[in-house]
């Protein structure tokens, strides 16, 4: 009896914790496909929903979804796990599979150009639709593909990135080489992603407030397909350009929002992305209470 | 015995914050704080402070876990550019993230907020 009044104790103890302690996720960028050198810090956790829905010459209208669960292990090492979701319309919805991502930050100090490696292993099927990446000569044509069928075609891949980012008086300016292979079969796939953004004001404001110009980010990433190993180029690739929008509220929900524009034959017209983003800062700090039965 | 560790353990830590401070470059440790003596900036360093650091150095600066206090004369009598490298650089040894994504004026706040009144003398 005393057991489980010390557990529902440290339970509540670690909820308090849970929605007391963390409160923002500031700083955040606005971009959806770049990644920044910016680390999750340890042991905060930051959930997000990143959606992502565009209309395919010859296929249907479909939703790509990617719940994101992003953990700081340490100041150099930021580990993410992704659960994919699939709707099409007049076809069906369904799961698409996972990814873990992680990424080590190669340089301890602050430089012009902060580089750091992205290393992610997918297991998905070919009717994800997610888009976090392009590569190859992935386009329109593969989102046409019906979902029923593509459903049915594995995709296990390594992904790695070379993420150089810098930051410049107030502007966050990122550059990533992407190169995937698929385990079992297909040549080595390469792509790109280019950012550049910052927030609407550089000082914050003495107030706690929702429309500081400081919590809001407006940037612009452009992302694409550079073939493969046997025939690369921009030949039969898709590019995208995207201005993008992020807005953090005081209780610390971020909200992104980007249109983007497919600049080749072989791109999707438009592409639509929206996400939501939480952070709760010191989760690990947390969880290693309720787990000691300490207070947080 | 405990005592006597965790005294060791205050120690080391705040010996660590000092090693932070201390391995600002001296170039970069006399700049200045272009925000100095302003109350705005101070309030909105206050708020920062609260987003930013409290999860981790406390919400009045009083240090959690490994996080060392900052509420001590060591930091309010640091060189304002000592601050402002430690903030933009963060140590990876000691877990202290960096800060760089914050603008420059921004982290210039949180040091005028971490130099300025109500700051332990």
Known sequence: ?296 | MRAVLSALACAALVLGQGGLLQRAPAKAASAGNPLEGDEQARRAGAKLYARECAACHGENREGRGSAPKLARPEVFHAMPGALFWALRNGSLRTGMPSFAHLPEAQRWQIVTFLRGEGAPR
């Not at chain 1, 296929?59 to 979701?85: C, H, I, K, P, Q």
């Not at chain 1, 891949?157 to 966050?172: N, P, R």
């Not at chain 1, 992603?193 to 452009?222: D, F, H, K, T, Y």
């Open chain 1, 1 to 296: 009896m005393l057991q489980g009044r010390e557990t529902v104790k440290t339970g509540g103890a670690i909820i308090t914790a849970l929605f007391l302690l963390p409160r923002f996720c500031a700083g955040e960028g606005p971009f959806f496909v770049t990644y920044t050198h910016r680390m999750e810090e340890p042991r905060n956790l930051e959930m997000a929903i990143q959606n992502v829905t565009g209309s395919p010459a010859g296929g249907n209208r479909f939703l790509g979804t990617a719940v994101e669960l992003e953990y700081g292990v340490t100041g150099w090492w930021t580990s993410g796990f992704y659960l994919d979701w699939q709707s099409t319309r007049g076809e069906s919805a369904f799961p698409t599979g996972y990814r873990w991502e992680n990424r080590f930050r190669l340089l301890p100090r602050e430089h012009w150009i902060n580089p750091v490696l992205y290393v992610e292993f997918e297991n998905l099927n070919e009717a994800d639709r997610s888009l976090l990446a392009v590569v190859g000569r992935d386009g329109a044509e593969d989102l046409a593909e019906p979902v029923g069928e593509a459903r049915h075609e594995k995709e296990r891949e390594f992904e790695a990135k070379l993420i150089l980012s810098s930051y410049y008086k107030g502007w966050t300016i990122s550059e990533n080489l992407i190169a995937a292979k698929n385990i079992r079969r297909e040549p080595y796939e390469f792509g790109y992603a280019a950012g550049v953004s910052r927030p609407l004001a550089l000082r914050a404001r003495a107030e706690r407030c929702n429309l500081c110009p400081e919590n809001i980010q407006a940037g612009m990433e452009v992302y694409g397909g550079l073939g493969t190993h046997a025939a690369f180029g921009l030949h039969n690739t898709s590019h995208y350009v995207a201005p993008t929008v992020a807005w953090t509220l005081a209780n610390g929900t971020t909200f992104k929002v980007s249109p983007g524009f497919g600049i080749t034959d072989t791109s999707v017209r438009r592409l639509w992305r929206f996400s939501v983003s939480y952070e709760i800062t010191q989760f690990g700090r947390a969880a290693r209470q309720l787990f000691r039965g300490g207070r947080p």
